[in-house]
């Protein structure tokens, strides 16, 4: 009996045969390196090393789903590894964040002491809208390195149970010195639910990036020294991008530039990595560069009208999205940039017809419903603008302007009441947002004047 419980606890667990992709990428140098891993797996089934390299190959240049069967496998070989499930976890949280919490869970059974893990569990369980158990998840951290980003967590866990007073504490010794714009959004609303409103707008006025706050990761850096070929290096690039690395982004893509000077994917992120990094001259005279190669890049067009737009000309940013609407008629995106254009220079007719073109190529967004009642409003159509601004609420029911605007619509087709009782549901305390307030409720008490008046009046005699 212990010779045989000896030979058990000696097997390891026969998986699948080792996942074969790559076969079609343009490089060369990342072909090679992936069939020569591949063999390696091939040639030692059972180990679980040769497997995990493989996988971490194909995490580094894009191939997720190869990596995330891979890991599996990795981990089958070697139950008592961390690191497989670990890596598994992060590849297929933007996929799957539910599968992404159990196979961390699992990971951190292995080795609780890895803190970065503590904080990927943490962050999708507030996607989850578990907030105890995100709480405890980053209360697992206290490495120094990884500070902001588990207090920005501990903050949204309190602000996910209701707890602003909590969150406010969090983060007020913080922001003075790492103004990082996730932590002034967190902090601004946490301050409007303590009803601090001339604070939470001042800092709303600072926050408006939505770029994610990152950490130190020695294991998930680890792939990068797997990342092969000119291809895998503009993924990376772009994860740069995505992680708010704009300054690292350029560099590399610069880089790269050398490499190929006319990629027309390159040149796109690069000149939107320069104007995310703060430089918009150098992103327009790259737009520029790329559409003399690439005119036919829809992209391209879309892009360089979203910085026209930001730089507030508008003409020149609705040429480009005509143009990329032309070569791709199903980018809604487009429709509803060109269309935000159109309505700020009061072109609403010519608004309305965009609108109803993108239409044809898909259900309204909540975005385009709001551009069609507010155009409804302005041309005096009250009850399709009250149906329009009301569609807008059930599909995101936090739409303070569509709110305001549908008590104004409410107002104007005869129903003061139920315009006022709207406006209660507006709960945004800052003073740009009481003072809008404020001046739809005398409106619509002027409103009701009227109609009482109206009403007390004779009715006029028939001839």
């Not at 503590?118 to 369980?125: F, P, Q, V």
Request: hydrophobic share 45%; glycine share 6%; net charge negative.
């Amino acid at each position: 009996m212990i010779l045989l419980l000896a030979l058990l606890s000696g097997c390891v667990e026969v998986v699948d045969d080792p996942v074969l992709d790559g076969r079609d990428a343009d490089e060369v140098d990342l072909r090679n390196y992936l069939a020569l891993l591949h063999a390696d797996a091939v040639a030692r089934p059972r180990d679980s090393d040769a497997r995990g390299r493989l996988a971490m190959a194909y995490h580094a240049n894009g191939f997720d789903e190869a990596a995330a069967t891979t890991y599996a496998q990795a981990a089958t070989l070697d139950p008592a590894t961390f690191r497989w499930s670990y890596l598994r976890a992060l590849v297929v949280a933007p996929l799957d964040v539910a599968a992404a919490i159990e196979t961390m869970r699992a990971a951190i059974a292995l080795d609780g002491t890895y803190e970065p893990a503590w904080l990927a569990l943490g962050n999708w369980l507030l996607e989850a809208d578990e907030s105890e158990a995100a709480a405890n998840a980053f209360d697992h951290v206290d490495d120094e390195a990884l500070f902001h980003a588990a207090s920005l967590g501990r903050a949204r866990a309190a602000l996910l149970a209701g707890d602003a007073a909590r969150a406010a504490a969090t983060l007020e010794p913080i922001v003075p010195t790492y103004p990082h714009p996730r932590m002034l959004t967190a902090l601004a609303r946490a301050y409007r639910q303590l009803g601090r409103a001339d604070e939470a707008a001042a800092l709303s006025r600072q926050g408006e990036s939505p770029a994610p706050l990152g950490w130190p990761d020695p294991v998930r850096d680890a792939i990068d020294a797997h990342i092969r070929g000119y291809s895998g290096r503009l993924a990376y690039a772009e994860r740069l991008l995505e992680g708010d690395r704009a300054d690292d982004a350029a560099a590399l893509l610069e880089r790269l530039r050398e490499e190929a000077p006319t990629d027309r994917t390159l040149l796109n992120n690069l000149a939107v990595a320069y104007g995310l990094d703060g430089r918009p001259d150098e992103a327009f005279e790259v737009f520029f560069d790329a559409i003399a190669l690439h005119d036919d890049y829809y992209l391209l067009h879309y892009n360089l009208g979203t910085a026209y737009a930001d730089a507030g000309d508008r003409r020149r940013a609705i040429q480009h999205f005509d143009r990329a609407i032309a070569l791709q008629p199903g980018l809604v995106e487009a429709y509803e940039r060109k269309a935000a254009a159109l309505i700020a220079d009061g072109a609403y007719t010519s608004a309305a017809e965009v609108i109803d073109e993108a239409t044809d190529h898909g259900e309204r967004s909540p975005r385009m419903l709001f551009f069609a009642a507010t155009i409804a409003a302005n041309s005096g159509s009250w009850e399709e603008a009250i149906v329009g601004f009301r569609a807008v609420l059930d599909a995101n029911p936090n739409y303070p302007r569509a709110t305001l605007l549908l008590a104004y619509a409410l107002a104007e087709s005869g129903d003061p009441a139920a315009a006022a009782a709207t406006l209660d549901r507006i709960t945004d305390d800052s003073p740009a947002a009481r003072e809008a307030v404020d001046d739809a409720r005398r409106y619509i008490e002027r409103l009701a004047e009227g109609f009482a008046e109206r009403l007390a009046e004779p009715a006029s005699a028939v001839d």
